[in-house]
């Protein structure tokens, strides 16, 4: 791996920079050099995150909010105009389709770095209630945030509502940022320009190394001692380090919308069918969004289809659509599960029916699932958070609220380093962020592809089983409570402590 | 974090304040002899001999450069790090163990010097308008990140070609780091004066890791350092301990099982114990305030602070204001 990545830096260095030693030997000769005639303009920076998503604006947010980070010089590299002009939300608007479960963990990480607050003044819907069962009818589980002395099991906001609250939150900092409305093209790993002492000559120059240099598509350069790759599933950060990547497709698309309903849904629901879940999320006011896998075809049929004709698909997949609803006398009442019922069940943990959906408010969106995870967080100089490490299933929706984990993660393993000296482009003490990362994203990872797996093959008596799981979920508290923490980001370790 | 004394050690030390030398000695382990042998090492001007009790096993390919004079026992020390000075960089090479152990016994200066000047530490640079000397600062690994956290840095040693390494390395972004190349460092006193009248120079503070095992005498060593450091200064010093089992540990994992170091590196004779150093120190008007242990976990490969200072050791000290 590492001598890819050194291929990759070589064959661009050479290009502009004949050798390291010759730099060494005489600082004259580089401003010969046409890449490096203007490096007295180029902007050095401590950190050049590329990619200003949800992930690159929390990761930047996460070090304006910590002292030994804030005096950071930062530069933000993303060519979406809203960066630089603000994101414009209209509250009459109906919500975009585009939107995040975030977990609690990520609730109290956001209100730690001050950006939560900005959330709260848009449009956002705390749940504390789920619904979760499949077309069989066997089983269904709900959970609720008390199961696990919680107030909620999550928060549902559009990106970008989180977007705009992180854009704010940065604002109000006290922050030396510096952002690029361009995209990056190519990385060089130089050494620096200035002055070179005269009696060094004839030693190799090691650490030389120790800045990188980005090259933009609108042709400007800057210079940064860390480059974080946040730039997202198809992140060019990550080819350019030649990161190699794991993963596969699921063979299953996502089709995303916003709808509207006659009364407030105040639950999450999701139902697993034969090809894949339906979820139904609040999203505030009377709206809702689904997030529906099917495979290709028949996701591209509900795509194009009248709108009121995927209404009536909604609703039909929602309730009695491919089974039954699940009875909860099958198990529950003289089953061999009832003794365990006792001591669980209220009237609000019996099976509901979601509410009916009304309109179709938005486009309907097409996604291609996959699961993807880079072989490394980190090389010298260089670090991915975000999607650009890992895509996971939006299943439980987990994607953004671990690529915050990893934002956290970073800017605390950078703070840490600063407190002791570290030069922060050190690949050490960017492996510490990689192990802590990785194990926890992994486990994650393996969990969601494991439910996939299971709900994506249609056998018969694989259904009992999982129907009767369910079941049992539902009436055993503390394995519960076990399913809820991890789902909700607070757990390190799977799965029922 | 508290690095504090340990128990034994403070006893030791609060106890010499009084003289009283007999009775603070005879609850360490082993302590008659090697106080004997340690004093001998302290206060004349012989080198030491080898006592068959604490000498290193035959293993040790060097102990025969102990009947050498200091001086060429210095040139020979010189010559080893000479040798292997462009790997100074090298986080894999022979300094891997300074690299590992970095990031620790930089916490340990960070709270205790924090601590000392009153500084706020949650500052990115707390050492900002302080003058810190690092002297045996080799290519600068402890030098830099001394730098970054805001100290003028000036670095010193004996070996030129380490001066030359530290210069390259630390051309950008470092305007508060000046590696200086004073040869035959170890008669340090001198070279305290002439930074002194020439360029009128003390230190807030002086900082000599992992060096005094490599000088001929460890008390003029600790003279020299106290006499750079300003009253009211501080005094940082770590070192590998003269037991057992940092003989096990240090030279034989590391120069022999693991290959971090190259054998050779470490004459276990001219190690000091926790308790010499701070004898030695007291001497040169320095108190230790607090010390420290690192230990090694070869699982994560990583390197923390604790109270065992059996093996390796570091020691702050603040120089008496008279
Ligand atoms: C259908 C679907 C539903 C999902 N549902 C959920 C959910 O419910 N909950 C959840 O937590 N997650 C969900 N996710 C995942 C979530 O959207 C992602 O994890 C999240 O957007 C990742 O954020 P990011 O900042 O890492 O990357 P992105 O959001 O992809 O941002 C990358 C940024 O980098 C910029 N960029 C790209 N290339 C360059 C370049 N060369 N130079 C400069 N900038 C560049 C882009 O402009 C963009 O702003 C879902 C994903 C899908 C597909
Ligand atoms: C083990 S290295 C420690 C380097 C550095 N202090 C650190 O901890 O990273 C010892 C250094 O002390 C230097 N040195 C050895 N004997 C010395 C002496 N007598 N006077 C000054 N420096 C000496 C060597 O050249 C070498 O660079």
Known sequence: MNRLIRRKFGEVYRLKVPQRNFCANGAATNSAQPGYSQDSKIGHYDIAIVGGGMVGMAFACSLASMPLTKDLNVAIIDSNPALSSGVSIKKEEPPDPRVSTVTPATISIFKEIGAWKYIEQNRHAYFDKMQVWDYTGLGYTRYNARDANKEVLGCVVENRVLLSSLLSCLQSADFRKTIYPSRLLTLHRNSSSTKVDSHSSGLPLHGQGNLVKLDLIDGSSLHAKLVVGADGSKSRVRELAGIKTTGWNYSQNAIICTVEHAVENQCAWQRFLPAGPIALLPVGDNFSNIVWTMNPKEANDHKMMNGDEFIKDVNHALDYGFGPHPKSSMFGDGGIFSWLKADVTSASEFFEIPPKVIRLVSDRMMFPLSLMHANNYASKNIVLIGDSAHTVHPLAGQGVNLGFGDAFALSRVIAEGIAVGTDIGEVTMLKKFEVERKTANIAMMAILDGFQKAYSVDFGPLNILRAAAFHVAQHVSPLKRGIISYASGEQRLPLFS | ?322
């Open chain 2, 1 to 322: 974090m508290a690095f504090k004394l340990p128990n034994q050690l403070r006893a030791l030390y609060t106890a010499t304040n009084y003289h009283h030398h007999h009775r603070i000695l005879s609850p360490l382990a082993g302590a008659s002899q090697s106080f004997v042998f340690s004093l001998r090492r302290l206060f004349a001007d012989v080198p030491p001999l080898s006592d068959p009790s604490s000498a290193p096993p035959p293993l040790y390919p060097h102990s025969t450069k102990t009947s050498l004079a200091p001086s060429s026992l210095n040139q020979y020390e010189l010559a080893k790090f000479a040798a292997i000075a462009e790997t100074w960089w090298d986080s894999e090479g022979p300094f891997k163990p300074l690299h590992a152990l970095n990031p620790t016994r930089l916490a340990f200066i960070r709270s205790t010097l924090c601590r000392h000047f009153r500084r706020d530490s949650y500052s990115a640079k707390p050492f900002e308008g302080l003058k810190f000397v690092d002297v045996g600062c080799g290519g600068g690994i402890l030098s830099e990140p001394l730098a970054r956290m805001g100290a003028t840095v000036t670095g010193v040693d004996a070996v030129e070609k380490n001066i030359k390494i530290a210069r390259l390395h630390a051309v950008w972004p470092f305007t508060n780091l000046s590696p200086i190349w004073i040869p035959q460092l170890q008669r340090l006193n001198i070279v305290a004066q002439q930074l002194l009248v020439e360029e009128q120079r003390t230190f807030d503070a002086v900082i000599a890791l992992e060096v005094i095992e490599h000088v001929a005498e460890p008390a003029e060593f600790c003279k020299s350092l106290a006499t750079l450091t300003v009253p009211g200064g501080a005094t940082v010093i770590s070192t590998i301990n003269r037991s057992i089992r940092a003989y096990a540990t240090a030279i034989i994992a590391a120069e022999y099982l693991l290959h971090w170091l190259p054998k050779g590196t470490h004459q276990w004779s001219s190690f000091l114990t926790p308790e010499e150093l701070v004898l030695i120190l007291q001497r040169a008007s320095i108190s230790v305030q607090e010390m420290a242990g690192f230990a090694y976990n070869p699982l994560t490969g990583r390197w923390s602070l604790s109270d065992d200072i059996s093996v390796n050791f570091i020691a702050f000290g603040t120089k008496n204001s008279q």
